[in-house]
């Protein structure tokens, strides 16, 4: 399976945008999807996951403002961020486990 990011742009704080990760073949039995970010001169980090069966997980950081969902029709994960902080500027990757894939990443950037 390979991955590709899309949705990333310029936004200024407070605002919103979706990214989406399709992947070139079925989700359905990819066991998990995770977003990850990174921030300059920072590790890679977790921001969210979902299962196969619809179970989530978040950073601390991003509770109540970013939401994960995934459409296995349409083999595409998507991450919903709300009211975005500077501090959420980075690159987001999509990953696929167990595959062990990553997408090439979409940058966000939250500036004024």
């Known amino acids: 399976v390979q991955l590709v990011e899309s949705g990333g742009g310029l936004v200024q704080p407070g605002g919103s945008l979706r990214l989406s990760c399709a992947a070139s073949?079925?989700?359905?039995?990819?066991?998990?999807m995770n977003w990850y970010r990174q921030a300059p001169g920072t590790q890679r980090e977790l921001v969210a996951g979902?299962?196969?069966?619809?179970?989530?997980n978040y950073a601390d950081s991003v509770k109540g403002r970013i939401t994960i969902s995934r459409d296995n029709a349409k083999n595409t994960v998507y991450l919903q961020m709300n009211s975005l902080k500077p501090e959420d500027t980075a690159v987001y990757y999509c990953?696929?486990?167990?595959?062990?894939?990553w997408g090439q990443g979409t940058l966000v950037t939250v500036s004024s």
């Open positions: 073949g079925s989700i359905a039995s990819i066991y998990v």
């Open positions: 979902i299962t196969s069966g619809g179970s989530t």
């Open positions: 990953y696929a486990f167990p595959q062990r894939v």
